[in-house]
């Protein structure tokens, strides 16, 4: 009998835990939004920040390796700041906003506890 109720217990909260046909659709249609506005951005223009994304990321291994934290730490943060001014990285910032696991992080926010030699951005 006790195994009967645990089981039951156990199915009663898998169950539960399930959103319903509701959120399901609210989910969909949330996500059909963010495609539509991710569509939207011009992709093309990410190309040079790509590019000088590469330069930094060398540049601040480097850094870290000689030991200059505060140096890396500025340039981490004065780059992080330029790519978010950047108008395709604030519109997927704004599509990302209601989905909390596709939110975009920034650099700057990352590194508000965290020096940049510490961080998973690659420099580890």
Do not use: H, W
């Not at 959103?19 to 989910?27: F, I, L, N, R, Y």
């Not at 939004?33 to 291994?61: F, G, H, N, R, T």
């Amino acid at each position: 009998m006790k195994k009967y109720l645990l089981a039951l217990s156990i199915t009663s909260t898998i169950v539960s835990a399930q959103p319903s046909q509701a959120d399901m659709e609210k989910m969909m249609a949330g996500m059909q939004e963010m495609q539509v506005c991710m569509s939207k951005i011009d992709m093309a223009s990410l190309k040079p920040i790509q590019q000088e994304s590469l330069k930094i990321k060398e540049k601040l291994i480097n850094l870290c390796k000689q030991g200059k934290r505060d140096k890396a730490q500025e340039i981490a943060v004065d780059f992080s700041k330029k790519m978010m001014n950047m108008p395709a990285l604030q519109q997927m910032k704004e599509c990302t906003k209601d989905f909390k696991s596709e939110k975009i992080y920034t650099m700057e926010e990352k590194l508000k506890n965290n020096n940049v030699c510490d961080t998973d951005f690659g420099i580890k």
